[in-house]
């Protein structure tokens, strides 16, 4: 059989205590969404027959498998949010199903006391450990040497574990938490976006690879050139403040070619030197440089993580992306759709 001919199975493990306790049967097309700017980047929806009696559904997970040709790999896992029970014009029970990835438990979850950090602790300490006791041991994360410089106590009794998990990896340069298809808590910095790591790689006419029917839009004339970036703290006698500014004569929005645009200036609760916030800032102008161009298009499916580094060829694009979000329609004629912004510096 011819590649391209393959067709897609898929299957749904219900899981509970790490344990896979039935299997759901989609009886239509179930969907997966994943929005990189989100707080919770996955989710799941669609229409479900068990193989077992209803489970607690606030005690389990759903975990969608795709097999391309005898390999298989999973989807990610998926919290119930919301199951309704149902029968269609057949008689035929079933259960409609909506579902958000790991992530969720940090959402929902809320300090019920004063959170206080001190001075010393190293961040990614801070985040795994909160992680933890939240229930999330599967943890991936890359280690930071970065420790708090003061003594934290910025969030009210109530606040959201993911707002403070976010605001502390924003501090030292690290991508907002997110769940792989296998289900780990990912504790990473911000992916390089100068081509040097690709993720995955697409071509017109290729298996599973891009499709023809694509568009192409650009933000270029929202573009800021200079930014600033701001550390009010009591512990500091004067606000931390450190400034990047595109004044390269070869980009098309620099200060030397279309004047000075300032961004509204970013003000962080703390960091963890000036380094750091220098840092911040130069990622900042990078990112605007390389965040002009967006591409939708559609390709066959394939396992795709949050904010994947693609490669492109084809008629209206031609270069290396991120990707910022992916829908993924669960039937044997499924498609995934994509929508990437540009890496390359304008």
């Not at 599967?138 to 970065?146: E, F, G, K, N």
């Not at 574990?161 to 605001?167: A, D, F, P, R």
């Not at 220098?278 to 967006?294: A, G, H, P």
């Amino acid at each position: 059989m011819n590649k391209s001919q393959v067709t897609p199975i898929f299957r749904f493990e219900v899981i509970e205590n790490d344990v896979c306790i039935g299997h759901a049967q989609a009886i239509d097309n179930p969907i997966i969404r994943c929005d990189a700017d989100a707080d919770v980047k996955l989710s799941l929806s669609g229409n479900f027959v068990l193989d077992i009696s209803p489970p607690n559904w606030l005690k389990v997970s759903l975990k969608p498998y795709l097999i391309l040709d005898g390999a298989e790999s999973p989807l990610g896992e998926y919290l119930i949010t919301q199951a309704d029970k149902c029968i269609n014009r057949k008689g035929v029970l079933f259960w409609r199903i909506k579902g958000m990835d790991l992530g969720r438990i940090v959402q929902r979850s809320r300090t019920e006391e004063r959170v206080i950090f001190f001075p010393g602790q190293r961040y990614t300490d801070i985040i795994q450990n909160t992680l933890l006791e939240l229930g999330i041991s599967r943890i991936i994360a890359v280690q930071s040497d970065a420790v708090l410089a003061n003594a934290r106590a910025d969030w009210e009794i109530g606040t959201s574990w993911i707002k403070i998990i976010n605001s502390l990896l924003e501090e030292i340069n690290y991508q907002s938490l997110w769940f792989d298809a296998d289900g780990n808590a990912r504790v990473e910095p911000q992916k390089p976006i100068d081509g040097s790591i690709i993720d995955h790689e697409y071509k017109v006419g290729e298996f599973s690879k891009i499709k023809m029917a694509a568009e192409n839009s650009s933000d270029i004339y929202k573009a800021y050139n200079v930014f600033t970036a701001m550390v009010s703290s009591p512990e500091y006698e004067e606000p931390l403040i450190a400034t990047a500014i595109n004044d390269s004569p070869t980009s098309r929005i620099s200060t030397v070619n279309i004047g000075r645009v300032q961004a509204p200036i970013k003000r962080i609760d703390d960091i963890a030197s000036q380094k750091e916030l220098q840092k911040y800032v130069d990622n900042l102008k990078f990112r605007s440089m390389c965040s002009n161009e967006i591409f939708s298009f559609r390709t066959a499916l394939n396992q795709h993580q949050v904010g994947d580094i693609i490669a492109v060829q084809h008629p209206l694009a031609d270069g290396i992306y991120q990707e910022t979000e992916w829908k993924m329609v669960l039937g044997f004629d499924g498609e995934m759709t994509h929508t990437v912004q540009r890496i390359v510096i304008e």
